[in-house]
């Protein structure tokens, strides 16, 4: 995971910009007060990957392609994301948690996951890296390796 830096609630109001600046650059800002941690500021599309990957994580076991050899990845177009997002009141996580839950479960490639979400392959990649999250590598391993 990112090194993350740790400053007060005085320093945060002093410094602004340069504390937005580094959450921006994916390096997590934690904001104390009398020595207690109070709230994290982090970039906002690590943010929406670990609530999605959270998601995930939080849904009943079910039959997936990563798990299960036997299935054919179903993959995931566009469309099906917009409708998740429209039934979702037009909130933009619920497109987030489409497309990582369809790579999570082995329907789609990481390039796919991140193509959908507007990202390269290598900037998905990269911020998996950091924020400590595993990567499916190869097709039908059924493994995840964490990059080095």
């Known amino acids: 995971m990112s090194i993350s830096t740790i400053i007060s609630k ?3 109001a002093r410094r602004t910009h340069y504390v937005l600046e580094q959450a921006r ?3 997590t800002m934690i904001v104390e007060s009398y020595g207690e941690e109070q709230v ?7 943010y929406r990957i670990l609530r999605a990957v959270a998601a995930y994580h939080a ?4 039959a997936a392609p990563i798990s299960d050899p036997q299935m054919i990845p179903r993959g995931l177009d566009l469309s099906e994301m917009q409708q998740a997002i429209a039934a979702a009141d ?16 082995g329907d789609i490639s990481l390039a796919r996951a991140a193509g959908l979400l507007g990202l390269s392959r290598f900037e998905l990649a ?11 590598i190869g097709e039908e391993s059924g493994t995840y390796y964490p990059l080095k």
């Open 10 to 12: 005085t320093d945060l």
């Open 25 to 27: 650059r994916g390096r």
């Open 40 to 46: 994290a500021i982090l970039e906002v599309l690590d």
């Open 59 to 62: 849904m009943p076991p079910h």
């Open 90 to 105: 037009d909130d933009a996580q619920a497109g987030w948690d489409c497309a990582l839950a369809a790579y999570l479960d």
């Open 126 to 136: 990269g911020r998996f890296q950091r924020l400590g999250l595993p990567l499916q």
